[in-house]
């Protein structure tokens, strides 16, 4: 690889550890901001104000803001995300197991979304203000307008309640055969397929259709292509960059954003185990997972840059 | 071909050909309007027929309808082309894709935007070839440097590696040529190729595709505005115009006896008689010693260079692109700060940089551009837009505003009818004048004119350059006049700077500057001017004493 890659790349990976670290910051910040602390909500109704300052004594709660801040930093860079106050138990151990069923659904999802969502815009551009191209994009964005909750229990009723194809709550354990696991997360990988869908293809369509004006398509067309081998061959390799944006934006919905309908299959991810511990008031656990988010956010975000900065020929190929 | 009966040599036939496409003008019902009126012509086998006209005229829609390609919505409404003697037009979608890159081939005006830049450029050369699939992957290659070899292209055996980014424009076009021969089609449709190239880059380019035509024998459309080029080319020129045949003919006749008056115009079109003037006793204007790089680039566009503008008169500066003519302006005007050296205005050091000089210094200073169309907000009208710069620098409004308007108008040759005009709705001389009455009325002492024709067809900016002479008279304004057409500088330029690579190699009055003998580079750039003459191009081969920079 040449030099400026090389250059550029290191750029956006210092960049995105900055970012991450502002992040962990304002995550800090923003607990610390809600009314009420640990110490208070551990003891609950039985706080009395001695038990209080002596819980708080502890749990080092009256140290200044930033070495707390940079404790807790220290306690994330090596692994340990402190305990959960509701349950005692150590955080990094319960999230290894929710954050890895989070990641396969997401990963089954995005593996039938992206490729769909691609193939769908290129229909779409091939067959461009016809009606293949209007029903693609009026299904796909009605699919996206509909709220997930809602994609969510219809789905729920006709194929767990009604043709009883597939598990409603999807229940899933250590130790299960992949076939089951794969049945039990089919409606909700349904469901987020619909919910990503139709932004990665309408992006898809706007990104190829902005390059089928460029002169190179007119000369792929002269050649005797066909409609599709153009938008294939010529097209769609300069119309990557965007594309590669929105799909990687999305990906990072997958995984932050399942949170409702984890909760709507009583999915054991990361989503739903955010949700039991906000209502439990459960800082730590709250702050662990926001940083995740973002790492995951920011990661996904830097990935895209990265490839649409390789899929670029003048950087990957300079004078 | 030994064919016996003659008729079987004509290779394309085209038949009352008519082409239409629907506008849809704001505001307005959409309309069909006819693009080309019941044009004929046929063209045999290995010959070359050049189709000339201004924009607008039809000469590209006419040929690519030899491949039954119709762009942006163009539809061929009528008429037969016939192609190695069946009419395309009935063949279907299926039936041009068959003929597209095998018989015919295309060669587009910048081979810079119509190669895939995602693409290396073997690929590209052989696609259409593999696609037919007239020969494989290792013959179609095999050919493809032999052509690269052939249109004397540097590394023909590697260049092939490179993508589109990493080749000049020049060269570009001549593997877009290569990529045209490939698959040894009939046919060739080139459209407007060197038009793009400087002109030092346009000869041996031109002269590739001539040896390149002759060899392969295959028949060529040429389509271009400039006649002295097609001219070089050509075996029989059709003039068009307005999308109407006008004169068809043989190359020597339509340029030496052409029996239309409007083809007439065009052969006869650059001669403008200017007198020069003797330059003052002290210039209005001198920039000394500029030296002006990009960013904190260590390529230094401009090296060291020094001009002198004398009151009412017009300093030439001609070069190639990268010569670094537009930035000089560009550093006159102060939108650059140059790194060092100065410019001096009425004995005065005028500040470096645009934001430190004063209104005052601003309004002596007035800039053309090239692109008339993207230089003016479209939302405004000619009333405004030329009514901004009186209200800006002499605070005038209301009647005694427009009152000057319209006077600035009237100077430019448009009527007042045109005040409430959107430039949308001008043609692309109109909104040139309107570009000159804007920078005229901050009465100015130098309008810096960049390219300011090199978009318009040659009788339109024939049209611009005596306009500019006028004023210059009547107002006493200087012209500094970027430009890298010789004939435009021949034809209103007082004195001259050549600049070469960001020096400036000759400089001086024009007669000094015109008359040999010649350095180098001027020489090279002079006898690469096409002149209206039969076998000009392999003279000027011929005599060459450097290679240009573009290749």
């Not at chain 2, 005040?419 to 130098?446: F, M, T």
Request: net charge neutral; hydrophobic share 45%.
């Amino acid at each position: 690889m040449s030099s400026p890659i090389v250059k550029l790349v290191a750029q956006r990976i210092a960049l995105g550890i900055l970012l991450l670290l502002a992040v962990s910051v304002l995550i800090f910040a923003g607990t610390q901001i809600l009314p009420g602390d640990v110490a208070q909500a551990i003891l609950g109704q039985s706080a009395t104000p001695e038990s209080l300052a002596n819980l708080r004594e502890q749990l080092g709660l009256n140290d200044p803001a930033f070495i707390r801040y940079f404790r807790w930093l220290g306690g994330v860079v090596t692994g340990d995300l402190g305990t959960a106050m509701s349950s005692g138990q150590d955080i990094a151990t319960s999230i290894k197991g929710r954050l890895w069923n989070t990641l396969f659904l997401a990963f089954w999802a995005a593996a039938v979304a992206v490729p769909l969502a691609i193939i769908l815009g290129l229909i779409a551009v091939r067959y461009r203000n016809g009606w293949v191209d209007k029903l693609i994009s009026g299904l796909a964005l009605a699919s996206t307008s509909f709220p997930e909750f809602f994609i969510g229990y219809v789905l729920v009723y006709f194929f767990a309640v009604k043709y009883q194809i597939f598990p409603g709550i999807s229940t899933v354990y250590d130790g299960m055969p992949f076939g089951e696991r794969m049945q039990a997360i089919m409606l909700p990988a349904a469901a987020l397929t619909l919910v990503v869908l139709a932004h990665m293809m309408r992006m898809t369509r706007a990104a190829i259709l902005n390059v089928m004006q460029s002169a190179y398509v007119e000369t792929a067309e002269l050649k005797g292509l066909s409609a599709f081998a153009v938008i294939r061959r010529h097209a769609f390799p300069n119309a990557i960059a965007p594309i590669i944006n929105v799909v990687m934006l999305n990906l990072a919905y997958l995984i932050v954003g399942v949170v409702v309908v984890e909760v709507i299959f009583v999915y054991p991810g990361m989503g739903q185990y955010l949700v039991d511990h906000v209502t439990k008031r459960d800082v730590p656990v709250v702050q662990a997972v926001g940083l995740i988010f973002a790492a995951v956010y920011i990661s996904l975000n830097i990935i895209a840059d990265i490839a649409a900065i390789i899929a670029n020929p003048r950087l990957r190929h300079p004078k | 071909m030994a064919d016996k009966q003659p008729k079987s040599d004509i290779l394309l036939d085209i038949r009352n050909l008519r082409i239409e496409a629907t506008v849809y003008p704001p505001g307005e019902p959409p309309k069909n309007i006819t693009l080309v009126h019941d044009v004929s012509l046929t063209l045999e086998k290995g010959k070359v027929l050049g189709l000339i006209g201004e924009s607008g005229a039809g000469k590209s829609t006419i040929g690519l309808s030899a491949m039954g390609y119709g762009r942006g919505g163009v539809r061929i409404t009528g008429g037969e082309v016939i192609l190695n003697g069946r009419d395309i037009l009935k063949g279907g979608k299926e039936g041009f894709r068959k003929l597209r890159g095998r018989e015919v081939c295309y060669v587009a005006q910048s081979a810079a935007a119509a190669f895939n830049p995602a693409h290396r450029l073997m690929d590209q050369v052989v696609e259409a070839t593999l696609l037919h699939g007239t020969a494989t992957r290792a013959a179609a290659e095999k050919r493809a440097v032999a052509l690269f070899k052939k249109l004397s292209l540097p590394n023909p055996e590697s260049i092939g590696e490179r993508f589109p980014h990493q080749v000049s424009g020049g060269q570009l076009q001549r593997v877009m040529t290569a990529m045209a021969l490939c698959s040894e089609p009939d046919l060739i449709v080139f459209d407007e190729p060197t038009t793009a190239l400087d002109v030092t880059t346009q000869i041996d380019v031109l002269a590739a595709i001539k040896d390149a035509i002759r060899d392969t024998h295959v028949a060529a459309l040429y389509i271009t505005h400039d006649l002295a080029v097609v001219a070089q080319v050509s075996d029989e020129i059709m003039v068009l115009r307005h999308g109407r045949l006008v004169e068809w003919g043989g190359t020597r006749q339509i340029i030496k006896e052409p029996r239309q008056e409007y083809t007439n115009a065009l052969v006869s079109v650059h001669e403008i008689e200017h007198q020069e003037q003797k330059p003052g006793t002290t210039p209005f204007l001198s920039v000394k010693n500029i030296t002006a790089a990009y960013g904190r680039s260590h390529i230094k566009v401009l090296k060291n260079v020094s001009v002198d503008i004398y009151p009412g008169q017009t300093l030439a500066v001609v070069g190639e692109s990268g010569s670094g003519k537009s930035t000089l302006a560009r550093a006159v005007t102060g939108l650059l700060p140059p790194e060092e050296g100065t410019v001096t205005f009425d004995g005065r050091p005028l500040a470096n940089r645009l934001a430190d000089r004063p209104k005052e210094d601003l309004r002596q200073l007035q800039m053309i551009y090239q692109m008339a169309d993207v230089a003016m907000n479209p939302r405004q009208t000619v009333g405004t837009i030329i009514g901004r710069p009186l209200e800006f620098y002499f605070g005038l409004r209301g009647r005694q505003r427009d009152a000057r308007v319209a006077e600035l108008l009237d100077k430019i040759e448009m009527g007042k009818g045109f005040i409430d005009r959107y430039p949308a709705e001008l043609s692309g001389g109109q909104k040139q004048r309107v570009c000159i009455a804007r920078s005229l009325a901050a009465k100015p002492k130098l309008i810096i004119c960049d390219e300011v024709t090199s978009a318009l067809d040659p009788l339109v900016a024939h049209g611009i350059l005596e306009l500019l002479l006028e004023l210059q008279k009547e107002e006493n304004v200087a012209y500094l006049f970027i430009t890298h057409d010789l004939a435009t500088v021949k034809s209103i330029a007082d004195s001259i700077a050549v600049m070469y690579r960001g020096e400036v190699v000759r400089y001086g009055a024009k007669s000094q500057v015109l008359t040999p003998p010649f350095d180098a580079y001027t020489d090279l750039l002079l006898s690469s001017v096409p002149e209206m003459e039969i076998g000009w191009l392999e003279k000027a081969i011929k005599g060459r004493r450097m290679a240009s920079a573009g290749n």
